[in-house]
């Protein structure tokens, strides 16, 4: 038993460190991008990297807002992201529960080829996508890309729910149904929420596409005010001037909501299943 | 969290989104109206007389913002005065090549625009023949000089853009440096320029004499500088790629060398565009080849640096007394499939009109100097040191990269990649710069083949 | 049909139970084709037309912009086969996809099991190693190329000071540091993703097999391979094949870090594809690039499908 013990405690304190030396790796660059993002432009360009300093300014914040309509591009991107994550979501959880649930012929054909869609490089395909959305006279228009974004994130999704349904014994549904459910009642009412971590990641991964994402907007979007977050970075950069301290700032407005929606979230992931899961 | 309350919050948001979903549809309208391809080829002929025309105008994001907003002003006011509407769309660096190709791609390309890939636009059949315009504006400016032969014909003779600039490479050299090494301003011949690199040059306190880049980033004004001081040249009058030569490896010898003896910083194999930048801007370097961005970064941040700045063309090694000097143009292209090529037209004449064209020029710092004669003596050129240091030294002797042969797709393809490869074989895979010369050699044949010139 | 008492009078009567069990099961096949359908008319128009149209060029030397595109057959093909660059890109799309997916499926699982253990602010942690993925991707590995610098970059700044080395390093201009390097920047950015993923499923895992494995005196090793592995395994899977084929065509790390230098040193397909397609102007021939390595993907997806599945009819 003392052993054990011993072992245990080797184990945590192996643990305990390796997720210190993470975090420092995982915070490093965030913190450098917020400190630059609070410096004067001198200070980026120095020989001796400036990693910590009290010479603060707002000034690229409020040049960032000054000199771009940057508060509409915060909308947009919003708007986009939010919608993409609920239709994703949507349409991934209908496929899902067919392929998990429901039998018919094709199902693991049609489960397999879900992952096809990830075969090209966007660097690819996103010319013909262009083209075809152009001959269908939906360019500039955000709504298309947000149906560009579904196509990433809902095969990924699919799976990922099609994962989480399994695990939920089918009995659970039978019950619901036994007393007087709909499909779709058991659907809502006894799977989803048992699912709340595997619908919580996808929320997370819709999101954070369709937030991040640069090259299909910057491809479908020439109008300035339709412009997203990722797509105004790149107006930061003239050629060989890059505009660090407006760049950070930037990143530092887009990273700071997906955190708070992270914080949120990873509280659904967990808790999922101690809210009232009856198991056996 | 209880179950029910989950089930009141997933129904909540689900009322939320659709709202949210209502909401975006209802907030962006219907896709917008296919008005907005001006450029692409219609059978039926244009607006019947109630109607008014508008001119898309595409161009580059210049990095000064007023610069921008004059430009964007002379499109309008073109569009006043000549009865019809404008929609200017400006793209960054990065983002610019590729919008161009990709509108070609698609047929949907603006009736003006400016830009830095006119004989792209002429390959793909876009292009105009601007002869006439292109002789009355000259004439308004008081005659084009040389450069502009270059930057705005292709060899076959057609005249095919109308240039803006010019946007010249300069030398930056570190006066306080070279004299505390018994060097003074200019450095006047090639030999002189290579004894003042081999005394400033100081590895062991990382300060190196010249920072170029080792891969396509800047080429055109550092490595084809070289080339071009030892007499080497990269296509003849006909188009016809002349780069395995001797003159062009020997120039190529001394850039690669540079970087061999320790000359360089030892970053350049893996620099792009800012990369000179960056290594002037803190101070590791003696001289670098540059266009303005360099000077104009000096002027808002770092004026003690500035001062210490001169600016300067590349001498010749094979002809001692003079100097060699490449400069961009960026040129004004008329869709010849537009439906308003007239209106066109006028927004062309508005930006280089006498009474706009200087102000741009100033708006746009040091990046833009003049390409017509008259404007050569303007105030903001002659009385600012270092723009008068550019247009008494550089700028006489500038030439476009294709000078000798008028507007190539082969150059712009070989200057995007194949001169990547070639540095690199040369800097970082050990292979002999007569080897690496070939490399560019054949992939300008390849690049012929593919443009079926 | 088993005969039973009065089997005219059961057949009659168990005719309908059967034609209502087939009706069943064709609703319930129109039901699940039904809900398939608004992820199927997306997939099919906006990916499979391009795709299509995409595969129909590689055949056709097509250039960027100009609208001849003449039939050209396997000669795409065939160039690249025998060009020495491509094989190169070949070898290091393996190398590094591997060394990524290696390192994240490690580390986010280890980082998931400790985060899932009850420790003081746990969700602080949580969020804080989301923070990569959370960060634009242009943003986070510019943050890295500068930290890289060989001049002013904070890693041989640390370097030189702690005299683990006496120059500075070239992270990304010597060819033979620059793969670990652009390797070091995608691990940083994907694994928060691993751990998310698998700290939900291990969310599915019940505590009463762990308590039970307890009770049968069962080691922290045991516990871990036959109670928590199993139970992660599906959700790991997709997770890792997924991000394998999202590695395997990353494009925008390494384009903006290094552009597939030096040298060729870290050229991948992507940025082989991108590089001939966009500057190059050659379309078909950049199709072509992905097209070779159909294959490689296809049988990783079938593999793993396959594996996958053994494992959900056992569950």
């Known amino acids: ?280 | ?453 | 049909m088993a005969l039973r008492v009065g089997a005219g009078f059961k057949r009659h009567s168990l005719a309908p139970a059967w034609r209502a069990r087939q009706t069943l099961a064709r609703d319930q096949a129109i039901f699940g084709y039904a809900l398939l359908l608004p992820s199927a008319v997306l997939i099919v128009v906006l990916v499979g037309v391009p795709f299509l149209r995409a595969l129909w060029l590689s055949f056709h030397r097509k250039l960027l912009g100009s609208e001849d595109a003449p039939w050209i057959g396997l000669q795409n093909y065939a160039a690249l086969l025998g060009d020495a660059t491509f094989w190169q890109a070949v070898k290091n799309t393996f190398v590094f996809t591997t060394g990524s997916i290696g390192i994240k499926l490690a580390l986010g699982l280890a980082i998931a099991l400790i985060l899932n253990e009850a420790l003081p602010l746990r969700g602080l942690w949580r969020s804080i190693v989301m923070l990569p993925y959370a960060m634009p991707t242009l943003v986070s590995v510019l943050v890295w190329k500068w930290m890289y610098n060989d001049v002013a970059g904070v890693l041989n700044y640390l370097a030189t000071s702690a005299k683990l080395s006496d120059h500075p390093i070239l992270w990304l201009g010597d060819p033979n540091v620059a793969m670990p390097a652009v390797i070091a920047v995608n691990v940083w950015r994907g694994f928060p993703f691993f751990v998310i993923t698998i700290l939900a499923g291990l969310q599915t895992v019940p505590q009463e097999l762990y308590d039970a494995a307890k009770v049968d005196g069962a080691g922290v090793w045991p516990r871990f391979s036959q109670v928590t592995l199993p139970g992660i395994l599906p959700v790991a899977a997709v997770t890792t094949l997924f991000s394998a084929i999202l590695t395997f065509n990353d494009f925008s790390i390494i384009w903006i870090l290094t552009q597939g230098g030096p040298g060729n040193a870290t050229n991948v397909l992507a940025t082989l594809t991108y590089r001939i397609s966009i500057p190059g102007l050659e379309l078909g021939k950049g199709v072509a690039v992905s097209v070779l390595m159909l294959p490689i993907l296809v049988g990783l997806i079938v593999l793993l499908n396959r594996f996958i599945s053994r494992r959900e009819e056992m569950a």
């Open chain 1, 1 to 280: 038993m003392i052993g054990h013990r011993v072992q245990h405690f080797g184990l945590r304190a192996f643990g305990w460190a390796l997720l210190a030396v993470v975090l420092v790796i995982a915070l490093f660059p965030p913190y450098f991008m917020t400190i630059t993002a609070f410096h004067p432009p001198s200070l980026s360009f120095s020989r001796t990297p400036t990693l910590f300093s009290t010479d603060l300014t707002l000034r690229a914040f409020t040049d960032l807002f000054d000199k771009y309509p940057y508060l509409t591009w915060m909308s947009n991107t919003t708007l986009v992201s939010v919608s993409s994550t609920i239709f994703s979501v949507s349409v991934a959880t209908l496929a899902a529960y067919s392929l998990s649930r429901l039998r018919y012929p094709g199902r693991s054909t049609l489960s397999s080829a879900v992952f096809f869609v990830y075969l090209f490089p966007s660097t690819l395909l996103f010319i013909p996508i262009f083209i075809v959305l152009n001959q269908l006279h939906m360019l500039d228009w955000l709504p298309a890309l947000v149906a560009v974004y579904l196509t990433f994130s809902v095969p990924f999704n699919i799976w990922l729910l099609k994962a989480y349904f399994l695990t939920i014994p089918r009995e659970l549904e039978d019950a619901a149904m036994v007393d007087g459910a709909t499909r779709w009642q058991s659907l809502m009412l006894v799977v989803m929420p048992l699912a709340a971590p595997g619908v919580a990641v996808a929320c997370i991964y819709s999101f954070t596409l369709a937030w991040n994402e640069y090259l299909y907007a910057f491809t479908l979007l020439s109008d300035q005010t339709k412009f997203t977050l990722a797509t105004g970075l790149t107006k930061l950069i003239f050629g060989d001037v890059f505009l660090w301290g407006m760049i950070m700032a930037g990143g530092v407005l887009m990273s700071a909501p997906l955190l708070v929606l992270y914080f949120v979230a990873q509280r659904w992931i967990v808790a999922g299943l101690s809210a009232g899961a009856v198991k056996g």
């Open chain 2, 1 to 453: 969290m209880a179950t029910t309350g989950m089930l009141s919050r997933r129904m909540f948001l689900a009322m939320a989104g659709g709202t949210a979903a209502v909401s975006l549809l209802s907030a962006c309208g219907g896709p917008p109206a296919p008005a907005a391809a001006p450029g692409a080829p219609q059978a039926a002929p244009a607006a019947t007389s109630g109607a008014r025309k508008t001119v898309l105008f595409w161009g580059r994001q210049q990095f000064l913002p007023d610069s921008n907003d004059y430009l964007t002003e002379s499109v309008k006011l073109a569009g006043q005065k000549g009865g019809f509407d404008v929609s200017v769309q400006l793209f960054s660096n990065d983002e610019h090549p590729q919008k161009e190709v990709v509108a070609m791609e698609s047929g949907v390309v603006p009736d003006i625009t400016y830009t830095y890939a006119p004989a792209l636009w002429n390959q793909n059949g876009y292009a105009m023949d601007v002869q006439a315009l292109y002789d009355e504006i000259g004439t308004a400016g008081g005659g084009w000089l040389p450069l502009a032969e270059g930057s705005s014909k292709i060899a076959a003779g057609k005249r095919i853009a109308v240039p803006m600039n010019v946007e010249p490479w300069f030398l930056h050299l570190r006066q306080d440096k070279f004299a505390e090494a018994g060097f003074t301003m200019p450095l006047k011949t090639w030999d002189e320029m290579m004894a003042a690199f081999q005394k400033v040059n100081k590895p062991a306190e990382n300060f190196y004499a010249f920072d170029g880049q080792m891969t396509e980033a800047d080429w055109v004004g550092n490595c084809l500088q070289f080339m071009w001081a030892f007499g080497g040249r990269l296509f003849d009058k006909e188009g016809v790629p002349t780069i395995d030569t001797p003159q062009n490896i020997a120039g190529v010898k001394a850039y690669t060398d540079l970087f061999k003896n320790k000359m360089m910083p030892p970053g350049v194999v893996s620099q792009l565009a800012a990369g000179n930048n960056e290594a002037w801007l803190s101070g590791q370097t003696a001289a670098v080849s540059n266009p303005g961005s360099i000077v104009l970064a000096m002027r808002t941040d770092n004026k003690d640096l500035l001062a210490n700045t001169y600016l300067q063309a590349f001498p010749s090694q094979v002809k001692p007394g003079t100097f060699v000097q490449t400069a961009g143009s960026a040129a004004l292209v008329i869709n010849q499939k537009s439906q308003v090529i007239e209106e066109a037209k006028q927004v062309a004449r508005m930006i280089l009109a006498p009474d706009r064209y200087p102000t741009q020029l100033e708006k746009a710092g040091s990046y833009w100097f003049p390409i017509m004669k008259n404007y050569l003596n303007l105030p903001f050129f002659t009385q600012d040191q270092w723009n008068k240091e550019v247009t008494d030294n550089i700028v006489p002797w500038t030439l476009a990269g294709t000078s000798d042969t008028g507007l190539t797709p082969i150059f712009d393809d070989i200057t995007i990649s194949a001169t990547r490869d070639m540095l690199q074989a040369i800097a970082v895979q050990g292979k002999s710069v007569e080897e690496g010369v070939k490399i560019l050699a054949d992939a300008a044949a390849a690049a012929k083949a593919k443009f079926k010139m």
